[in-house]
């Protein structure tokens, strides 16, 4: 067999890092003799997160543009300029039989350097909403595997192939790991888990409306896991008591997955095929500071669906505590939401995906 070699680019965040990691896991299960090199943006936490996985990484001198005038906006061009000579030399050193890019700020340059090469590419699209970047790949791009259907207005349905997002594949079995969860979270099996979580990096709002219901929510004989984001740990590290466990990051999904009996998370897309699979009540308030509100739609997608409850940010104040008790005292809202999410999940996506990549090779 031929020894094969791809190119993975996905970075900024965690929801990005991981497919990439899923699928190149899966190809390596698959084709043991393969070479791996991944390319993401220098400063970014793939250049740690990747390493850790156990592969090569690359880095480019890129980043996204700000919303507002600044001197980083303004060396932009130079960035996107270096970034794509340096993915050009990445691209004709490496020889890769196939590009892969799950989204942020490097796989732009490198996708685009690929496909001027004629090495095949395939765009791993997690969200309801694409971003600018993999609209315009999408029009150069082999393949586009995409995590929600209907999105024949931003890609050529000829190229879309609808596989749902990479997860954790010990996320699938999580029921029979509640006691050995239980133990590690040093957590009370006499009461109901709330898990609370922000993304990689944190979420400012999340993080201040739980500090201001945290005793609320205590009283209502509810313990929390809370997920603050390394950004915010020192912050909201005094928190850490009985009932109540702060962390910053969760190596563990599937333990902290399997404690939890309700769940407080950001929308990004990742997440939400994480959730689905998992299961359980989920109230979702999006980050409102991403690109074309894409967490809102990933949201909403799951609502329309009767499988989740969302929050808008601008909601919290007013509506937050009366949402949360409800839904605490309301256990057949549990089921219903819980077997409604649990219908969108494809637990197969990176299985899916690979079948894509090697009908290219």
Same mark, same amino acid.
């Given at each position: 067999m031929?020894?094969?070699?791809?190119?993975?680019?996905?970075g900024? =965040?965690?929801?990005?890092?991981?497919?990439?990691?899923?699928?190149?896991?899966?190809?390596?299960?698959?084709?043991?003799?393969?070479?791996?090199?991944?390319?993401?943006?220098?400063?970014?936490?793939?250049?740690?997160?990747v390493?850790?996985?156990?592969?090569?990484? +690359?880095?480019?001198?890129?980043?996204?543009?700000?919303?507002?005038? &600044?001197?980083?906006?303004l060396?932009?061009?130079? %960035?996107? &300029?270096?970034?794509?000579?340096?993915?050009?030399?990445?691209? %004709?050193?490496?020889?890769?039989?196939?590009?892969?890019? &799950?989204?942020?700020?490097?796989?732009?340059?490198?996708?685009?350097?690929?496909?001027?090469?004629?090495?095949?590419?395939?765009v791993?699209?997690?969200?309801?909403?694409?971003g600018? &970047?993999?609209?315009?790949?999408? /029009?150069?791009a082999?393949?586009?595997?995409?995590?929600y !259907?209907?999105? *024949?207005?931003?890609?050529?349905?000829? %190229?879309?192939?609808?596989? $749902?997002?990479?997860?954790r594949?010990? @996320?699938?079995?999580?029921?029979?790991? +509640?006691?050995e969860?239980?133990?590690?979270?040093?957590?009370?099996?006499?009461?109901? =888990?709330?898990?609370?979580?922000?993304?990689?990096?944190?979420?400012?709002?999340?993080?201040?409306?739980? *500090?201001?219901?945290?005793s609320?929510m205590?009283?209502?004989?509810v313990?929390?896991?809370?997920?603050?984001?390394?950004?915010?740990?020192?912050?909201?590290?005094?928190?850490?008591?009985? $009932?109540? %466990?702060?962390?910053?990051?969760? *190596? +563990?999904?599937?333990?902290?997955?399997?404690?939890?009996?309700?769940?407080?998370?950001?929308?990004g897309?990742?997440?939400?095929?994480?959730?689905?699979?998992?299961?359980?009540?989920?109230?979702?308030? !999006?980050?409102p500071?991403?690109?074309?509100d894409?967490?809102t739609?990933n949201?909403?997608?799951?609502?329309?669906?009767?499988?989740?409850? @969302?929050? /808008?940010e601008?909601? @919290?104040?007013?509506?937050?505590?009366?949402?949360?008790?409800?839904?605490?005292?309301?256990?057949?809202?549990?089921?219903q939401?819980s077997?409604?999410?649990?219908?969108?999940?494809?637990?197969?996506?990176? /299985?899916?995906i690979?079948?894509?990549?090697?009908?290219?090779?």
């Amino acid at each position: 067999m031929a020894k094969y070699k791809f190119i993975l680019s996905g970075g900024g =965040t965690g929801g990005h890092i991981y497919p990439a990691i899923a699928i190149a896991n899966e190809l390596q299960l698959q084709f043991p003799d393969a070479e791996f090199l991944f390319v993401g943006a220098r400063d970014k936490m793939e250049m740690q997160k990747v390493p850790q996985a156990g592969y090569a990484i +690359r880095g480019l001198w890129i980043a996204g543009l700000q919303r507002k005038l &600044t001197f980083q906006n303004l060396i932009f061009p130079v %960035k996107l &300029t270096d970034s794509l000579w340096e993915a050009r030399k990445i691209i %004709k050193s490496f020889q890769p039989d196939v590009v892969i890019g &799950t989204g942020g700020f490097a796989s732009g340059p490198l996708l685009q350097m690929a496909v001027a090469a004629r090495i095949p590419t395939v765009v791993q699209e997690q969200n309801s909403y694409p971003g600018i &970047t993999n609209k315009l790949l999408s /029009k150069r791009a082999n393949v586009i595997c995409v995590a929600y !259907p209907n999105l *024949e207005r931003f890609f050529p349905a000829s %190229k879309m192939v609808l596989t $749902g997002n990479p997860v954790r594949q010990d @996320l699938i079995d999580i029921a029979d790991k +509640r006691a050995e969860a239980m133990a590690f979270y040093e957590l009370d099996i006499s009461k109901k =888990t709330v898990l609370i979580l922000g993304g990689s990096l944190g979420a400012r709002r999340i993080n201040q409306l739980v *500090e201001q219901e945290l005793s609320k929510m205590l009283a209502q004989n509810v313990q929390v896991i809370w997920q603050c984001g390394k950004l915010y740990f020192d912050e909201y590290n005094k928190h850490n008591k009985e $009932g109540v %466990k702060v962390v910053d990051f969760i *190596e +563990r999904m599937d333990l902290v997955y399997a404690a939890a009996d309700l769940i407080i998370s950001r929308a990004g897309a990742s997440s939400v095929s994480e959730l689905c699979l998992v299961g359980k009540p989920v109230i979702f308030i !999006p980050s409102p500071n991403v690109a074309e509100d894409h967490q809102t739609k990933n949201a909403q997608a799951v609502v329309n669906q009767k499988g989740a409850i @969302l929050l /808008k940010e601008s909601e @919290l104040d007013a509506e937050f505590s009366l949402v949360f008790e409800a839904l605490l005292k309301d256990q057949g809202k549990q089921i219903q939401l819980s077997e409604n999410i649990r219908k969108l999940a494809l637990p197969n996506a990176t /299985k899916a995906i690979v079948e894509e990549i090697k009908k290219l090779i």
